[in-house]
């Protein structure tokens, strides 16, 4: 038995039932594998648009600490490899779909689009969580 509050009130509720107790356990698991996923190395395939606005495909990699800009496989190498997510001052859903810009520090911003539209969330999800992680 457990006591439990109702508004004000407190009652004594009886022990949970077990399929509740598996299905806590069940978001639980599916809570620790989200997390463990976020502070992992992941490559995603965008098109980058550049300070003159033109568009180039890319390799943006997250990894804890830094974004990665990288071209693809066969390409050459690129002016800025990577920055930190400490230069991060905003990460935000643009209104086409699958697109999104990152705000730098120095005032600066890139615009992204997602080669697999569906990444959006999970890019934006994963630079805030880590950048929270960052800065405690």
Excluded at 127 to 133: D, E, G, K, Q, Y
Aim: overall charge positive.
């Amino acid at each position: 038995m457990r006591i439990q509050t109702l508004g004000t009130s407190f009652f004594l509720a009886g022990p949970k039932r077990r399929e509740d107790q598996e299905g806590e356990r069940e978001i639980e698991r599916e809570r620790k594998t989200q997390n463990e996923n976020i502070h992992k190395y992941s490559e995603y395939q965008v098109v980058k648009t550049n300070a003159q606005g033109r568009r180039q495909e890319r390799v943006l990699g997250i990894d804890p600490w830094n974004l990665h800009n990288k071209k693809p496989k066969g390409s050459g190498g690129v002016w800025r490899k990577q920055r930190s997510l400490k230069e991060v001052s905003e990460v935000h859903r643009l209104q086409n779909p699958g697109t999104f810009a990152i705000r730098f520090t120095n005032g600066t911003s890139r615009e992204y689009e997602c080669v697999d539209k569906s990444q959006v969330d999970e890019i934006i999800k994963k630079i805030t969580v880590l950048r929270s992680n960052l800065f405690g």
